[in-house]
């Protein structure tokens, strides 16, 4: 069975820090590119940080400078490090796993909360 699972998630003051982690099994991790997305409540869900298979990284704009996506494959997991946290990043954030020729997956997610 696939399966992308997502933890670290929680509740944090404004400037606070959260790790967030994606453990995967099934696929062979190595060469899948691997995403966070996030999605509150009434809005889209939207890109946050993507690295590749060669470790190529890109970010929201507005996480840009605050947030660092990296991944262990020795580990078959995904980090999210968020650090000075805003209220406006409270939201569900998901793994996801993508490469060529397939599906996208997605995992369950884990909930984010930034308030005082």
């Known amino acids: 069975q696939v399966q992308l699972v997502e933890s670290g998630g929680g509740l944090v003051q404004p400037g606070g820090s959260l790790r967030l982690s994606c453990a995967a099994s099934?696929?062979?991790?190595?060469?899948?590119?691997m995403g966070w997305y996030r999605q509150a409540p009434g809005k889209q869900r939207e890109l946050v940080a993507r690295?590749?298979?060669?470790?190529?990284?890109n970010y929201a704009d507005s996480v840009k400078g605050r947030f660092t996506i990296s991944r262990d494959n020795a580990k078959n997991t995904v980090y999210l490090q968020m650090n000075s946290l805003k209220l406006e990043d409270t939201a569900g954030y998901y793994c996801?796993?993508?490469?060529?020729?397939?599906?996208?997956?997605w995992g369950q997610g884990t909930q984010v909360a930034v308030s005082s």
């Open positions: 690295i590749t298979r060669s470790g190529s990284t």
């Open positions: 996801s796993a993508d490469r060529v020729g397939t599906s996208r997956l």
């Open positions: 099934g696929i062979y991790f190595s060469i899948y590119a």
